[in-house]
């Protein structure tokens, strides 16, 4: 019997009577303890380096105007740059940050001397993915705000240079100056961007959760990393394979069962792409990021769930 | 039953199989082990390596399941979460998350059990004291030795004052100076009524230590008793004397062999080698 199971019924001692049942509940101070050292753990292991690599790169972006952009292209350019990298560097980090975890317990048996104590395992998987949720909110949150200084500077610079241009070369009514301000802004810092960020941040919250899967099957790190990856890359295709299997009716048995189980297993990270339509000018609305939001939260709880499944009867 | 008689550690039938991936063989690591140990008892598991005991004491902490029979801390089944409330675990080479300080990690291990942050910081400075390290509390881990870690580690097993310790291997690759402190931590255990259940290869050291022992091989027991019961020659005796003359000496014998007795040795007993090396080694330290 397994210990889930063990802790599920009461047990019958030999002597026929039932034995006392005090189970132990999902505790919030056990998970935040987890939740905390695995916070304190990557930013130890100055995983946070790649913030650095993403500041260059926004702050690279911003200066160089090799195609002699006009104000207005140059701020969608340095927008499209720096979401596409925090998009992707998210991703990334989420990945390996989440694959680091219970293999290097498990390798190093850390996870022995945390099980020997009187934690369930699912406390165990939710402090672990609380952590590293918290590392990426963080990750998401500098990145954010590096942007949108990046973006808020160019913005003034881009702005003030235009203006100024415009009332050199004449011909500019009050009302036109206004117009080309007002265009050039609606291209710089405002809150519809930050619809952008909750999408990346939510994409990763998934990757995590999925990841964390993986690992509780692997024993080491390396496998999680290239298990993540090919599921990351298959969850931009999983809206593709559930078109299918809804829709080709006419298909093949087997190719219908393989693209419904690929719809089935996979997340569709293409609900989080709104990168292009934010960069774009397009505003999301609230339904849209309320969707999505209890989307992610769906799937991070049916990938926790089925990680502590397989993880409950994982011998150590 | 009452609390007083229920044992620390009680396992009865214990059997656990690998079973095999694809065509590969399963292995039965251990083969129908019974043993108990009383509350304050000090255990040692001994036995050849892949014996079976690291795999008895992770079933026992519910770590692996049971392939057959039952294993309980004080009368809760192992595979109970709360089995796990009364007992402290140190592996064999732990290695623990060595970005913590040695503090940190008491902390770490402290909340996990549910100690009150008060009550944990008092139990920390307690257990620095007893384990020798508080002039490293505030050090990473990844600069012990491995004679801290290994302390450091019993410490973890104490943090939320369990009635049952078990440890596997405490002093494996331990210099014998560190060593001897965990030895002599065990005995301070025993002495607070901890029961301690122990695997080693030092046989020595669990002569020193152990009340009883059980000997583990291809994972069946194979003996198991009382410490003096197992190793005394019942047809023997010793006699230790100081300052004894040749004289007294030559009597001795006569007086033996004038008795129907065998006279079987005579001679300086020694020293072992680890007291020799500790006398040597530890007034230097400084």
Redesign the interface.
């Known amino acids: ?3 889930r199971e ?2 599920r019924k009461p ?1 019958v001692k030999p002597g026929g009577t039932v ?1 006392t049942r ?3 509940g999902a ?1 919030a ?2 998970i935040g ?2 939740a905390g ?1 695995t916070f ?2 990557l930013l ?2 100055k995983t946070f380096y790649f913030l650095l690599i993403f500041s260059i790169l926004v702050v690279v972006a911003s200066t160089f105007n090799v195609l002699h952009h006009t104000g207005e292209q140059h701020l969608k350019l340095l927008k499209d740059v720096a979401l596409g990298a925090m998009s992707l560097f998210t991703s990334l980090f989420a990945i390996v940050a989440t694959a680091l975890l219970i293999p290097s317990d498990l390798e ?3 996870l ?9 395992r699912y406390d165990y998987i939710l402090g672990k993915l609380c952590g590293v949720i918290l590392v990426v909110a963080v990750s998401v949150v500098v990145m954010d705000l590096i942007f949108g200084a990046v973006l808020y500077a160019r913005e003034e610079m881009m702005v003030a240079a235009e203006l100024a241009g415009a009332t050199e070369s004449g011909g500019f009514a009050e009302e036109d100056l206004a117009v080309l301000e007002e265009r050039l802004r609606s291209q710089g810092l405002n809150w519809n961007l930050q619809n952008a960020v909750a999408a990346i941040f939510l994409k990763s919250c998934v990757i995590c959760a999925v990841t964390m899967l993986v690992s509780t099957i692997a024993s080491t790190s390396l496998f999680t990393i290239i298990v993540g990856f090919v599921i990351f890359f298959i969850g931009h295709l999983q809206s593709v394979a559930r078109d299918y299997w809804m829709h080709a009716l006419d298909a093949g048995l087997w190719k219908r069962l393989f693209s419904g189980l690929v719809a089935l297993i996979f997340p569709d990270f293409q609900i989080f792409n709104v990168v292009d339509g934010v960069v774009a000018g397009e505003v999301i609305p609230l339904g849209a990021m309320t969707r999505m939001a209890g989307l992610t939260i769906l799937y991070v709880m049916v990938y926790s769930m089925v990680a502590y499944l397989v993880f409950a ?1 994982r ?2 | 039953m009452s609390e007083k008689k229920t044992a620390a550690v009680s396992i009865d039938g214990l059997t656990k199989v690998f079973r095999g991936a694809l065509a590969r063989e399963s292995v039965v690591a251990v083969k129908e082990l019974s043993l108990e140990v009383a509350p304050g008892e000090v255990y040692g598991l001994i036995g050849p390596n892949g014996s079976g005991k690291s795999t008895t004491m992770k079933v026992l902490l519910g770590l692996i399941r049971p392939s057959a029979g039952r294993t309980a801390i004080f009368g809760v089944d192992s595979t109970r979460v709360e089995s796990r409330r009364q007992v402290g675990f140190l592996p064999e080479n732990p290695y623990f998350y060595r970005h913590l300080t040695g503090r940190e990690t008491l902390q770490f291990y402290g909340r996990l059990c549910g100690v009150g942050r008060g009550a944990l910081r008092a139990r920390i400075d307690e257990l620095l004291e007893l384990v020798e390290l508080g002039h490293a509390a505030r050090r990473p881990l990844r600069g012990y030795s491995k004679g801290m870690l290994q302390r450091i580690g019993l410490a973890q097993a104490l943090v939320q004052e369990p009635r049952l310790v078990v440890l596997d291997e405490p002093t494996a690759g331990v210099d014998p100076a560190g060593s001897r402190k965990i030895r002599d931590l065990i005995l301070e255990l025993k002495q607070r009524g901890i029961a301690v259940v122990l695997s080693s290869h030092l046989l020595e050291q669990v002569q020193e230590v152990c009340d009883r022992v059980g000997i583990i091989f291809n994972g069946s027991m194979v003996q198991e008793g009382r410490l003096e019961d197992l190793i005394s020659i019942e047809n023997q005796t010793e006699i230790i004397l100081k300052n004894a003359s040749a004289d007294l000496l030559e009597r001795i014998r006569d007086l033996a062999e004038g008795a129907d007795a065998e006279f079987v040795k005579m001679g300086q007993p020694r020293t072992t080698l680890e007291s020799l090396f500790l006398r040597e080694t530890e007034g230097r330290e400084e």
Not at chain 1, 112 to 117: C, E, G, R, S, V
């Open positions: 019997m397994s210990s063990a802790d047990r034995a005090r189970g132990i505790s101070g056990r303890t987890l050292t304190l753990q130890r292991m190093d048996r850390t022995q001397t945390i099980l020997a104590k009187p934690v369930p009867d011998e150590l």
